[in-house]
């Protein structure tokens, strides 16, 4: 049953990217612009947790909370000083300055801490179950209960909630839902400090799951939650999980059937792919932009 192993072990990793890549489709989703700089928040999270459980002794909860926390709030930050003068620039304007703030990220962490990679201390015990002849970690069912749990939390919000219609208000028309009285800067503000605390909290589980951090983390995991968001349909919710879902499962496969070095670059693969033969992603519409 080592199947069953390998896909609960695919499904943690794609959980991860699942809620990195809910950052990308939601910014997306409301003002048309692939935040870059995303990825860093996640590795922002990444710290912030090593520092709550390492040097307060906090628990992985509480240094969750912190890091969520945290990173809503240098999210609305980077939205506020960077972003929000450039709503009717250019896309290609916007794209620069979101590679821009993520170069300023990862090199003002090098500046103030070093480049020197940190281990995660081990909060979380690990106790191995039998399933069906497979051996299956604590550890990997908790980030798994943790990632879904936070998923369904922000599903409940986006179509339940006062803000969560705004949002979606916002991602329809933004003129229209202006002029219905709908606060447009603050429903931006409010999208970035949810996308950022889901990558807060992505940056907390990798680092308990992998143990290794260091200030340059994000860029990998960055860009393939970009292609899990892709891959979904970008600016649409459901589609970032499904995609992260099914990139950390593919992922898994081909490391176990030998090619562990091929790992990353099939993430690639499969955006060239999905470029080709379905750029709309797998929840998308195919539409046409009036010009």
Request: aromatic share 10%; glycine share 12%; hydrophobic share 55%.
């Amino acid at each position: 049953m080592e199947w069953l192993q390998q896909l609960i072990n695919g499904i943690s990793l794609g959980s991860i990217y699942a809620l990195i890549a809910l950052g990308y489709t939601m910014v997306y989703g409301i003002i048309k612009l692939i935040n870059f700089a995303h990825g860093d928040v996640f590795m922002i999270g990444a710290f912030i947790g090593f520092y709550a459980i390492a040097g307060w002794g906090l628990g992985f909860f509480p240094a969750l909370l912190i890091a969520m926390t945290a990173c809503a709030i240098f999210g609305v930050l980077i939205e506020r000083i960077a972003y929000k003068r450039l709503r009717n620039a250019t896309r290609i304007a916007a794209l620069i300055t979101a590679i821009g703030v993520s170069l300023l990220i990862e090199y003002g962490v090098i500046y103030i801490r070093g480049a020197q990679p940190e281990a995660y201390p081990n909060v979380l015990a690990n106790k191995s179950f039998n399933v069906f002849g497979a051996q299956i970690s604590s550890q990997s069912l908790l980030i798994l209960s943790v990632s879904i749990i936070l998923m369904l939390i922000l599903q409940f919000i986006v179509h339940k909630t006062k803000i969560g219609k705004a949002m979606r208000a916002v991602s329809h028309d933004m003129d229209a839902a202006r002029l219905m009285g709908i606060n447009v800067n603050n429903t931006i503000s409010a999208t970035f400090a949810i996308g950022s605390a889901m990558a807060g909290a992505a940056g907390v589980i990798f680092g308990v799951y992998y143990t290794k951090i260091e200030p340059l983390m994000g860029i990998i995991p960055g860009l393939k939650a970009f292609v899990a968001a892709v891959l979904g349909g970008i600016g649409i919710i459901p589609g970032a999980m499904v995609g992260g879902l099914v990139l950390g499962i593919v992922e898994t496969v081909v490391s176990a059937f030998g090619f562990s070095l091929w790992r990353d670059a099939a993430a690639f693969i499969i955006l060239i792919l999905i470029l080709l033969f379905r750029p709309s992603g797998i929840f998308g519409k195919n539409a046409r932009e009036k010009v």
